[in-house]
Nanobody, 124 residues
Framework: QVSLVESGGGLVQAGGSLRLSCAASGRTFNNYVVGWFRQAPGKEREFVAAISWSGGGTRYADSVKGRFTISRDNAKNTVYLQMNSLKPEDTSVYYC?????????????????WGQGTQVTVSS
């Protein structure tokens, strides 16, 4: 069992930056692929980024490529999402998810462990 807790959300102006953290507890976290997803009101949950268990592989949605960076510190059992050049359309609840996977899947159904989410609001 893995428990995930997100933090770092908040209100920021367009063009600003935020860094989200996903802290894990429970089973050995460094064996898990971790993904970030987001969901805006009335919309489906969408993939944002994922990172391999070693941190050597990353994957991004086209909408955030070049602006967001995912990283992990397995010694701290934490995964980060650095978000730069934020846009109003990035406003969502951001969730981290994890599972023992062999690939950085973009589908949310592949991830069995989820955090409670953190709100990110970008004002224009």
């Amino acid at each position: 069992q893995v428990s995930l807790v997100e933090s770092g959300g908040g209100l920021v102006q367009a063009g600003g930056s935020l860094r989200l953290s996903c802290a894990a507890s429970g089973r050995t976290f460094n064996n898990y692929v971790v993904g970030w997803f987001r969901q805006a009101p009335g919309k489906e949950r969408e993939f944002v980024a994922a990172i391999s268990w070693s941190g050597g592989g990353t994957r991004y949605a086209d909408s955030v490529k070049g602006r967001f960076t995912i990283s992990r510190d397995n010694a701290k059992n934490t995964v980060y999402l650095q978000m730069n050049s934020l846009k109003p359309e990035d406003t969502s609840v951001y969730y981290c998810a994890a599972d023992h996977l062999s690939f950085m899947h973009t589908s949310s159904v592949r991830y069995g462990y989820w955090g409670q989410g953190t709100q990110v609001t970008v004002s224009s």
